[in-house]
C-alpha cells in the first residue's frame, strides 16, 4: 500500500516564503508523476506542481516563478518550496503520486494546511 505523508504545512505572511514535504513509502522513481495539489474552500481540487520521473517539471500559472517543485530519489521524498506567498495560496495542500502503466492510478497523502495570512 502507497503511503504518502505531508509535512511543513503552517501560517505565514503575505511575502513569505514556506516549503512542504512529502515522504512516499517507496521509491518516487516508481511513479511516473510525482506533485502537489491544492484545494481551498468551496474550489475544486487543483494541480499546482508535477515532476515526471525524467525530471520535466510543469507548474500551473498562478504559481510559475514563485514555486518550485523537487524530489530526492534517496530519501524518496518530494517538496515544493513556496516564495512570494499570496493570500490566495491559502489551501490544503495533498502530494500525489501518479502512475500511467496501463490505466491511470493516483495515490494521495492526507494533505497540509498552509495558510497565507497577516
Known amino acids: 500500500q502507497v503511503q504518502l505523508v505531508e509535512s511543513g504545512g503552517g501560517l505565514v505572511q503575505p511575502g513569505g516564503s514556506l516549503r512542504i514535504s512529502c515522504a512516499a513509502s517507496q521509491s518516487v522513481l516508481s511513479f511516473n508523476y510525482m506533485g502537489w495539489y491544492r484545494q481551498a474552500p468551496g474550489k475544486e481540487r487543483e494541480l499546482v506542481a508535477q515532476i515526471s520521473n525524467g525530471d520535466s517539471t510543469n507548474y500551473a500559472d498562478s504559481v510559475k516563478g514563485r514555486f518550485s517543485i523537487s524530489r530526492d530519489n534517496a530519501k524518496n521524498t518530494v517538496d515544493l518550496q513556496m516564495n512570494s506567498l499570496k493570500p490566495e495560496d491559502t489551501a490544503v495542500y495533498y502530494c500525489?503520486?501518479?502512475?500511467?502503466?496501463?490505466?491511470?492510478?493516483?495515490?494521495w497523502g492526507q494533505g497540509t494546511q498552509v495558510t497565507v495570512s497577516s
Open positions: 500525489n503520486a501518479m502512475s500511467t502503466w496501463r490505466t491511470r492510478t493516483d495515490y
